[in-house]
Nanobody
Framework: QVQLVESGGGLVQAGGSLRLSCAAS????????MGWFRQAPGKEREFVAS????????TYADSVKGRFTISRDNAKYTVYLQMNSLKPEDTAVYYC??????????WGQGTQVTVSS
């Protein structure tokens, strides 16, 4: 099992920035990749960004390319999401996710990000 704890959400004006953090614990040695998803009210959960733990290979959703940056701290088993130039449509609950070598998916509890216009 892998446990994920997120922090860093909040309320920000359009054009502003926020940084989300996600700390993993438990069987972290089995983690293959970590990333972020988000779910806006009335919408399905969608992919935002991910990073392969061993290689550092990164993938972004088209909607956040150039504005969001995912990074990791190997020693702390923590992944970050720096969000710049935020837009009202970025408003959502952001979830940290991890996948292990057996393709099990783990989720954090979610953190609210609200962008006011």
């Amino acid at each position: 099992q892998v446990q994920l704890v997120e922090s860093g959400g909040g309320l920000v004006q359009a054009g502003g920035s926020l940084r989300l953090s996600c700390a993993a614990s438990g069987r972290t040695f089995s983690t293959v990749n970590m990333g972020w998803f988000r779910q806006a009210p009335g919408k399905e959960r969608e992919f935002v960004a991910s990073i392969v733990w061993s290689s550092g290979s990164i993938t972004y959703a088209d909607s956040v390319k150039g504005r969001f940056t995912i990074s990791r701290d190997n020693a702390k088993y923590t992944v970050y999401l720096q969000m710049n130039s935020l837009k009202p449509e970025d408003t959502a609950v952001y979830y940290c996710a991890a996948a292990d070598v057996k393709a099990n998916r783990y989720w954090g509890q979610g953190t609210q990000v609200t962008v006011s216009s």
